[in-house]
């Protein structure tokens, strides 16, 4: 049974900073290409960053320098290091399985305000 759990968001001031967690059960990640996507109330979910099986690392352009995506493969866990934090970064934020998506987690809220 495949299993994913995102944890580590919370409420932080702008140009603060988080560390979102992803742990996998039932599937490894090393044997895929995983993502993390957000989705604001009344919005569309969007890509914010994914990294390959070879390490390979894409970034939406609203997060390049800010986010960064890792995973440690021993422990069967993706990253997702936020940085420099806006307020329009306010979303639940969940990773899953690129390209298919099959998978998901029950995501976690990251609120971005003063």
């Known amino acids: 049974q495949v299993q994913l759990v995102e944890s580590g968001g919370g409420l932080v001031q702008p140009g603060g900073s988080l560390r979102l967690s992803c742990v996998a059960s039932?599937?490894?990640?090393?044997?895929?290409?995983m993502a993390w996507y957000r989705q604001a109330p009344g919005k569309e979910r969007d890509l914010v960053a994914r990294?390959?099986?070879?390490?390979?690392?894409y970034s939406a352009e609203y997060v390049k320098g800010r986010f960064t995506i890792s995973r440690d493969n021993a422990k069967n866990t993706v990253y997702l290091q936020m940085n420099s934090l806006k307020p329009e970064d306010t979303a639940v934020y969940y990773c899953?399985?690129?390209?298919?998506?099959?998978?998901w987690g029950q995501g976690t809220q990251v609120t971005v305000s003063s």
């Open positions: 039932g599937m490894r990640i090393s044997a895929n290409t």
């Open positions: 899953g399985r690129w390209p298919d998506n099959r998978y």
């Open positions: 990294i390959t099986t070879g390490g390979y690392m």
